[in-house]
């Protein structure tokens, strides 16, 4: 079984960038605005000769109407096809009303997800974390998308975990 991954947070937290890190594909559009990968979107990769599927999604805030509302419904479909859900936020940014309500509904949902905190490149990493622990989440992996800091380190942790389960 190939494991996959879905990540989800909010637009503009970094996903397309993760997912493109991770997937070497220029499928899914990064850009400076929010809400532009309005699809899901599937790449693959391989960590270690470890092989597993990406979900990219156009995000989710929690309170959507119109064609934030179609974005939403996406996240919801990538969560269930998931094994692993990777919920990103924004260190930059600091912690939302959206994250929070994404966080809500994970825990509901009841599917495993682990807290990714990006865009650390450049922050006092203890300072930029202390916010998120409201949402108590499991010890977020750290990472800088863009910088490609901490990415292969999270995935292999991720898979090798996977194996264990197995
Ligand atoms: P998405 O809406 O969640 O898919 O976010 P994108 O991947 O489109 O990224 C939104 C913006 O955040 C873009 O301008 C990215 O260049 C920027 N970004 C992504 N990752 C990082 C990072 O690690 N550090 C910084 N400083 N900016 C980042
Ligand atoms: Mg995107």
């Known amino acids: 079984m190939i494991p996959v991954i879905a990540l ?11 997912f493109n890190r991770l997937t070497r594909s220029r499928d899914a559009l990064v ?29 989710i805030s929690g309170d959507e109407t119109g064609i934030d509302a179609a974005m939403a419904r996406q996240s919801l479909l990538a969560i269930d096809e998931a094994d692993i859900v990777l ?6 940014a600091g912690l939302t009303a959206a994250d929070e309500s994404i966080a809500t509904y994970l825990r509901q949902n009841g ?3 682990h ?6 490149d450049g922050l006092d990493p203890d300072m930029a974390l202390a916010e998120f622990y409201s949402l108590a989440m499991n010890a977020p992996y750290q990472i800088a998308a863009a910088h ?18 197995e």
């Open 111 to 113: 599917k495993q997800a």
């Open 31 to 59: 850009a400076d605005f929010p809400g532009l990968t309005r699809d899901r979107q599937y790449g693959q990769g391989r960590v270690g000769g470890k092989p597993y599927i990406l979900i990219d999604t156009g995000g």
């Open 8 to 18: 989800v947070g909010r637009p503009n937290v970094g996903k397309s960038t993760l």
């Open 87 to 92: 919920f990103l936020v924004d260190a930059r």
């Open 115 to 120: 807290l990714v905190v990006n865009k650390l």
């Open 148 to 165: 490609n800091r901490g990415v292969t380190g999270m995935i292999s942790d991720l898979l090798e975990a996977v194996d264990s389960e």
